[in-house]
C-alpha cells in the first residue's frame, strides 16, 4: 500500500485491531489504522462498525462490554465514514448481481467505490480482484 492510495477498511481489520485472540493480526491492523488516521487516507462506512460492534460483543473468543466497544467507536470516528442511503444500498445490489458476491461485500465495494478508494482491505474477497476500480488487498496474506 503506497501513501496515495485511498483505502476502505472492511470490519474485519478493524476487529482484528481488538481481538486479543491472533496477535500478529492485532498488531498489523493497529498498524494499518494507524498510519491511516495519520495520512487520512482511510475510510470506513456505518456497515463497518455495526458488523465491528456485533462481532466484538459477541463472536469473538474474549468479547468486550458493549459500552467499551461503543467507546472504540467514537474513537474511530476520527476516520470519515461514507453515507448509507437508498442508493448505496441500489449499488450494493447492481454490484451483487454483477460480480456474483454476497450482499453484504457488494455493499462494501459499492462504499469503497463512493469514498473514491482504490483500495479494499479485507480478507473476504479475492487478493487482486478488481471491482469497477477498486483492487482487494488482503493485509494478513
Not at 42 to 51: D, F, N, T, Y
Not at 67 to 75: H, M, S, V
Not at 76 to 88: G, H, R, T
Request: aromatic share 8%; hydrophobic share 45%.
Amino acid at each position: 500500500m503506497s501513501a496515495p492510495d485511498k483505502c476502505f477498511i472492511d470490519t474485519n481489520v478493524v476487529v482484528y485491531a481488538y481481538d486479543r485472540h491472533e496477535p500478529w493480526k492485532m498488531e498489523t491492523a493497529r498498524q494499518i489504522l494507524r498510519r491511516g488516521i495519520k495520512d487520512e487516507n482511510i475510510v470506513l462506512s456505518p456497515q463497518v462498525l455495526s458488523e465491528f460492534f456485533v462481532v466484538v460483543t459477541k463472536k469473538i473468543k474474549e468479547p468486550l462490554a458493549p459500552a467499551q466497544a461503543l467507546e472504540i467507536i467514537q474513537t474511530l470516528s476520527v476516520i470519515p465514514a461514507v453515507d448509507m442511503d437508498c442508493l448505496l444500498v441500489e449499488k450494493g445490489i447492481a454490484f451483487h448481481i454483477q460480480y456474483s458476491i454476497s450482499y453484504w461485500d457488494a455493499l462494501i465495494v459499492a462504499a469503497a467505490e463512493r469514498a473514491q478508494c482504490n483500495i479494499l482491505l479485507t480478507e473476504d474477497l479475492k487478493m487482486g480482484e478488481v471491482y469497477n476500480k477498486v483492487t482487494v488487498h488482503n493485509p494478513f496474506r
